[in-house]
């Protein structure tokens, strides 16, 4: 999907969100009222992609792949995260923010993960 079609789907939920009584502008701190509007909205809440989905068992060999795939060039700080919010993830920086490995990580991270896909890791 193109960056414009996911976002068509988050608009849709968020719309749906303000329709059941919640929105980051004006009750952002209200759990009572984000579950309300979650549990109305599950049907337009958009699913992570398949290769991250937690659902998906090889999602952590996809982004394992991925991870590997970064450091080969040249990411000296990506990790592995652990699962959140249903979704399989990396990040870069490592403790001290290293500008140089989140730019390279931002850079490389789309080749990466069609390099990744292409072998079939996490289908």
């Keep these: 999907m193109t ?3 996911i976002n068509v789907l ?3 939920y968020n719309q749906c969100m303000a329709r059941n009584g919640w929105s980051k502008q004006t009750n952002v701190g ?13 049907a337009e ?12 068992p090889k999602a952590g060999d ?19 995260d652990a699962a959140q919010g249903g979704i399989e993830s990396f990040s870069f920086g490592g403790p001290n923010n290293d500008s140089t490995s ?7 991270t789309p080749d990466c993960e069609k390099q990744v896909a292409a072998r079939g890791i996490g289908n």
């Excluded at 209200?30 to 599950?42: H, I, L, R, W, Y």
């Excluded at 809440?45 to 998906?56: A, E, G, R």
């Design 10 to 12: 988050y608009d849709q």
């Design 45 to 56: 809440d958009p699913l992570p992609p398949w290769q991250l989905d937690v659902s998906n």
């Design 3 to 5: 960056n414009a079609q």
């Design 102 to 108: 989140i730019r390279l990580g931002m850079q490389y």
């Design 62 to 80: 996809f982004v394992h792949a991925v991870v590997q795939c970064l450091r080969d060039k040249g990411v000296q700080y990506v990790e592995q």
């Design 30 to 42: 209200d759990q009572v009222a984000m579950t309300k509007a979650q549990n109305a909205c599950v």
